[in-house]
């Protein structure tokens, strides 16, 4: 009886911790899988743990702090990665720059051959193909399951977080980067 009160309570304590939007005006811009876009009630810090670039140099989350930065995670192997690859790559080329980048990470036993076949047979051209091969930084990162997605401010704190997949090409995560870059 103890352990399922614990589980009703640490429940109840994690859909509440969700519930609060940092800002109302970006809760109105979420709309259909952007629902699952969680905004922190205050940013978050975020791992130090090494994963790979494109050359195999290890680079850290702290390396990314200068603007927003989506960080999704992924596996070659996850199908609604596959599916929600496309619209990263879209956002990235629509919003990418200074203010606004979308890195992907492969997590766990991806290799770059298979990472490089995955984005040329699904036609993604503007992602970064980095790697976490022994999931170091998806672990400290909380990451249980595939695809999550964070949000990093320009400070590299976490403000947000959206578990599964997602129509990153969709009006409501154009509007709600534009809100948050100021429309960059």
């Not at 005006?25 to 978050?44: N, P, Q, T, V």
């Not at 992602?127 to 930084?137: F, G, M, T, V």
Request: with cysteine.
């Amino acid at each position: 009886m103890s352990f399922i009160r614990k589980a009703v309570l640490y429940t109840a304590l994690v859909l509440c911790a969700n519930a609060a939007l940092a800002d109302p005006a970006l809760e109105a811009l979420r709309d259909g899988s952007m629902k699952k876009l969680l905004f922190h009630s205050a940013a978050k810090p975020t791992s130090n743990a090494a994963f790979l670039d494109e050359a195999e140099g290890e680079m850290t989350l702290a390396d990314l702090k200068g603007g927003y930065v989506l960080v999704n995670f992924w596996a070659t192997w996850c199908a609604p990665c596959r599916q929600e690859m496309p619209g990263l790559n879209t956002l990235q080329k629509e919003f990418g720059g200074k203010d606004f980048r979308v890195v992907t990470i492969a997590t766990g036993r991806n290799q770059p051959a298979a990472i490089r076949r995955f984005f040329e047979e699904i036609g993604v051209d503007a992602l970064p193909k980095y790697r976490d091969p022994k999931s170091a930084l998806a672990r400290d990162m909380g990451v249980l399951g595939l695809p999550i997605t964070v949000l990093l401010n320009p400070e590299g704190l976490e403000i947000a977080r959206l578990r599964g997949d997602a129509d990153w090409d969709s009006d409501s995560a154009r509007a709600i980067v534009a809100a948050i870059t100021g429309g960059s």
